[in-house]
């Protein structure tokens, strides 16, 4: 079946590095993809959203890039901090209404 | 973003009881909301779509009649686990989309609820 998921289990960076957090999917008809992060014991937390007319969108500290050649995603967050450590979910919109989630990546930032 | 608020943070109880879970709206209208499980470093199952007014959706596996769900208001939709047993001590999520009037429709989470069942 159709599922959205994830390389990397564990991620464990530096504190002032950049990190990638990457994730396959292979529903080739999903149009819209979220990057959630989630702290131990809260809810999945928003953190930036693409369409897939799109190959890359910025936030604040954070870069998605989508390559739908590929069907790869990635989170790009810069200049690492430690109140990045969490865990990160990719999500998919299937028929425009349900959200289908990623294994997750969990991010470590060393001191 | 929007808020999403979700009550209790954490219910233990014995088994056989049944335990209700809120979730609701703050700031804005929510036609429809999500509940989603959640077990120790997994990802998100969605368990149903919660629909204001109307029957919830439930995915495939998960019994209608142990999780009742009711949307009674735009604001407000209620998971209610039935004769919990050990087995469905997890963590309960729920989520609301805002209406963006396109294609996207981001939705936000609550905080979950952890459930033990003794």
């Known amino acids: 079946g159709e599922s959205v998921g994830l390389h990397l289990p564990t991620l464990s960076v530096q504190e002032g590095d950049n990190s990638i957090i990457n994730c396959a999917y292979s529903n080739s008809a999903s149009d819209y993809f979220i990057w959630y992060k989630q702290e131990s014991g809260k809810g999945p937390q928003f953190i930036i959203d693409?369409?897939?007319?799109?190959d890359k969108r910025q936030g604040q500290r954070v870069t998605v890039l989508l390559n739908k050649t590929v069907k790869h995603l990635s989170l790009q967050i810069a200049a690492t901090q430690p109140g990045d450590s969490a865990v990160y979910f990719c999500?998919?919109?299937?028929?425009?209404?349900?959200?289908?989630f990623g294994t997750g990546t969990q991010l470590k930032v060393e001191l | 973003g929007a808020v999403v608020s979700q009550h209790p943070s954490r219910v233990i109880c014995k088994s056989g009881t049944s335990v209700k879970i809120e979730c609701r709206s703050l700031d804005f209208q929510a036609t429809t909301m999500f509940w989603y499980r959640q077990f120790p470093k997994q990802s998100l199952m969605l368990m149903a779509t919660s629909n204001e007014g109307s029957k919830a959706t439930y995915e495939q596996g998960v019994e209608k009649d142990k999780f009742l769900i009711n949307h009674a208001s735009l604001t407000l939709s209620t998971l209610t686990v039935t004769s919990a047993h050990p087995e469905d001590s997890s963590f309960y999520i729920c989520?609301?989309?805002?209406?963006?009037?396109?294609?996207?429709?981001?939705?936000?989470f609550g905080a979950g609820t952890r459930l033990s069942v003794l």
């Open positions: 999500a998919e919109i299937v028929g425009g209404n349900k959200l289908t």
């Open positions: 989520s609301a989309r805002v209406p963006s009037g396109g294609t996207e429709n981001i939705q936000y």
């Open positions: 693409i369409r897939s007319n799109m």
